[in-house]
Nanobody, 123 residues
Framework: QLQLVESGGGLVQPGGSLRLSCGKSGVNLDYYYIGWFRQAPGKAREGVSCISNSGDSTVYADSVKGRFTISRDNAKNTVYLQMNSLKPEDTAVYYC????????????????WGQGTQVTVSS
């Protein structure tokens, strides 16, 4: 079970963009499905997006569809979450994790949670 490392969070105004990165030094992520999750204060952690090990399949939560894009660069062992048109309700700690297969948008995290990266959308 892996514990991945997230980075790229920050404070951004509504309508702005951020790109999050996920990986782990020395670990080949080629074989893993990777998902992004988030947890807002007082709320349960929720799945945001997931990408297959090949990168051919991606899924999104309805709340971010059309605004967020997940991608992976297996040569760099990194998975990205490009977040555009950010809204205050996107404020949360974002985590990445290996997941069960997610083509049907029904997936669970496996492995250990990392520290996450804080995303705050506020004017």
């Amino acid at each position: 079970q892996l514990q991945l490392v997230e980075s790229g969070g920050g404070l951004v105004q509504p309508g702005g963009s951020l790109r999050l990165s996920c990986g782990k030094s020395g670990v080949n992520l080629d074989y893993y499905y990777i998902g992004w999750f988030r947890q807002a204060p007082g709320k349960a952690r929720e799945g945001v997006s997931c990408i297959s090990n090949s990168g051919d399949s991606t899924v999104y939560a309805d709340s971010v569809k059309g605004r967020f894009t997940i991608s992976r660069d297996n040569a760099k062992n990194t998975v990205y979450l490009q977040m555009n048109s950010l809204k205050p309700e996107d404020t949360a700690v974002y985590y990445c994790a290996t997941t069960t297969p997610c083509e049907d948008n029904d997936y669970e995290s496996i492995g250990f949670w990392g520290q996450g990266t804080q995303v705050t959308v506020s004017s």
